[in-house]
């Protein structure tokens, strides 16, 4: 869990290089809790935005993915987050920078709702989603430091 007093502290969560392209998303107020993840969609649809903190931090984390589009091609994929299987319109390549020459990708949930789909999958089952849902974030952090090297600050 962690927590925005401003969108000042919002925006400064994602790299320095994103923040040409950043759009806020509409109807946030301060102070803002966030207890597992943010994510919205950009009114044009273009790019998603993610921000969360590893298990154990309340460091958050913020990612732009840009929508790659796959071409009319009508297959079923696996979200590599939360391992929900859906056609190629729920289930997309995401991308981002890594830097001015680089960009990575992974077949996530277009919408990045993950969390949504980890709630009701438990509910399902009459699990609680606890433990799904920080083996969900253990992958997020995975992905950002593994493919962008983004690393936690030290605690203060």
Not at 61 to 66: P, Q
């Amino acid at each position: 869990m962690f927590r925005f007093e401003s969108d000042r502290d919002l925006i400064q969560s994602f790299r320095p290089r994103d923040l040409r392209v950043m759009e806020m998303p509409p109807g946030l107020s301060f102070p803002l809790f966030v207890r597992d993840y943010l994510a919205w969609t950009e009114t044009s649809g273009l790019r998603v935005y993610l921000i969360f903190s590893a298990p154990g931090s309340r460091q958050p984390i913020g990612i732009i993915f840009r929508r790659d589009s796959m071409g009319g091609e009508n297959v079923t994929r696996m979200c590599e987050w939360c391992h929900h299987s859906g056609a190629s319109s729920e289930v997309t390549l995401l991308t981002t920078d890594v830097n001015n020459k680089r960009r990575v990708g992974i077949s996530l949930c277009a919408d990045l709702q993950c969390k949504e789909r980890l709630e009701d999958a438990a509910d399902r089952a009459g699990r609680h989603a606890l433990e799904a849902l920080e083996q969900l974030r253990a992958r997020m952090f995975r992905f950002a430091n593994e493919a962008l090297g983004i690393e936690l600050e030290p605690a203060a």
